[in-house]
């Protein structure tokens, strides 16, 4: 289940009120820069994942003259979801009518992959974007995975509260150390087996797309292999009293995306980026569809951009032979011409000062 059958965006930006009815395959949202294509993507996003793709804070996302935001869906087999953003009391997230305390079940119901200018801080940006793409997969296929790392953020932010005091309560220590070891255990397991599962899901896409001979994708734990975490979390107490803060753990995952003996974003093209970029988010989604039979839904913010008509068509195809619902903006819908098959009936949907009309 994914689908998005109904959309109905209100204050979003300059997004004032909007209601679309998608199609199930394409819809392509063309418009003129700032007209607000990209704040349609946003509002999906953040009714899926909770989070702004664009901004940190969620209050720049309500139009400057209102008080609140207000996204709804209803998705295949009526399931609906809704979400409301002030700016004085936060945000509330209702899936069929009844008050979420987390977006756990939401997302489960609605997963989704971006492709857009940011996605080029998997290869080059910190750690925690790498984290964040692996951990999609693993939460979609390991369902337990959400609840450990519920236990293990709790746990570091306990220990790292007690590693910023003068003296270290080291029986209080001890006791944290333990469950962290525990739960990080088990999210390490989790994540080990969904890398093994992904590589050859990527192996199966990347060639379609660009030959990458020499790519080497390696994860990093987040703790020295030859030990397990609380030797490790033992090992380091004087430096994590010193730094005020935990340096081993599952906090401190990665993975390490290579060609050669250099990091791909050094080797790589800007175009080549996305097409690698691209590769690797396609893959989660053949790799849960193969899994558990969701299809998902693919956001993707102005394709054409540093991309040759030939590659369009390739991730297009691509992205077509997954059979997710996908939005895709651009400039101009005739950049878009010619990269679906003859059978895909896309939806059109055009922009222009915040206003949305179908095409």
């Known amino acids: 289940m994914a689908n998005i059958r109904r959309l109905d965006i209100l204050r979003v930006r300059n997004l004032r009120e909007i209601?679309?009815?998608?199609?199930?395959?394409?819809?392509?949202?063309?418009?003129?820069?700032?007209?607000g294509k990209t704040s349609l993507l946003e509002a999906i996003h953040m009714l899926g994942l909770g989070r702004s793709f664009r901004s940190a804070k969620l209050e720049p996302v309500i139009a400057t003259d209102a008080d609140d935001c207000v996204i709804f869906s209803e998705l295949e087999e009526g399931v609906t979801i809704g979400l409301n953003?002030?700016?004085?009391?936060?945000?509330?997230?209702?899936?069929?009518?009844?008050?979420?305390?987390?977006?756990?079940?939401?997302?489960r119901h609605l997963p989704m992959q971006i492709i857009n200018s940011d996605s080029f801080s998997l290869l080059e940006g910190s750690p925690r974007v790498r984290r964040r793409f692996?951990?999609?997969?693993?939460?979609?296929?390991?369902?337990?995975?959400?609840?450990?790392?519920?236990?293990?953020?709790?746990?570091?932010?306990q220990r790292n509260l007690l590693l910023k005091q003068r003296r270290l309560d080291t029986?209080?220590?001890?006791?944290?150390?333990?469950?962290?070891?525990?739960?990080?255990?088990?999210?390490?397991?989790?994540?080990?087996?969904?890398?093994?599962?992904?590589?050859?899901?990527?192996?199966?896409?990347?060639?379609?797309?660009?030959?990458?001979?020499?790519?080497?994708i390696r994860y990093d734990r987040g703790w020295d292999e030859s030990v397990d975490l609380h030797a490790a979390l033992q090992a380091n107490r004087e430096r994590d009293h010193r730094y005020g803060a935990t340096q081993s753990g599952p906090h401190r995952a990665d993975l390490q995306i290579r060609i050669g003996k250099n990091g791909a974003h050094e080797v790589l093209s800007r175009g080549q980026q996305k097409l690698l970029v691209s590769a690797m988010k396609i893959a989660q989604s053949l790799l849960l569809h193969e899994i558990s039979?969701?299809?998902?839904?693919?956001?993707?913010?102005?394709?054409?951009?540093?991309?040759?008509?030939?590659?369009?068509?390739?991730?297009?195809?691509?992205?077509?032979?997954?059979?997710?619902?996908?939005?895709?903006?651009?400039v101009d819908a005739r950049e878009l011409e010619n990269c679906w098959s003859e059978g895909v009936r896309a939806g059109k949907f055009h922009v222009e000062h915040g206003k949305i009309t179908p095409f």
């Not at 819809?27 to 700032?34: A, C, D, L, Q, R």
């Not at 002030?86 to 939401?106: A, C, H, I, N, P």
């Not at 040759?308 to 996908?326: A, F, H, P, V």
Request: proline share 3%.
């Open 19 to 35: 209601q679309i009815r998608p199609v199930d395959s394409v819809n392509i949202i063309h418009g003129k820069n700032g007209s």
């Open 85 to 107: 953003r002030t700016r004085r009391e936060g945000q509330v997230l209702k899936l069929m009518g009844e008050r979420q305390r987390s977006w756990v079940d939401t997302a």
């Open 134 to 157: 692996l951990d999609w997969g693993v939460f979609h296929v390991e369902h337990e995975f959400a609840l450990a790392w519920r236990k293990a953020s709790k746990c570091l932010t």
């Open 171 to 216: 029986d209080q220590l001890q006791a944290w150390d333990q469950e962290l070891a525990q739960q990080g255990q088990h999210i390490d397991q989790y994540r080990r087996r969904y890398v093994e599962l992904f590589l050859p899901a990527l192996q199966k896409v990347l060639p379609e797309l660009i030959a990458l001979p020499d790519l080497k």
């Open 293 to 330: 039979g969701i299809k998902g839904v693919y956001l993707i913010d102005d394709l054409p951009s540093e991309l040759d008509m030939d590659n369009r068509r390739l991730i297009c195809g691509l992205l077509e032979g997954l059979g997710c619902q996908i939005f895709i903006t651009c």
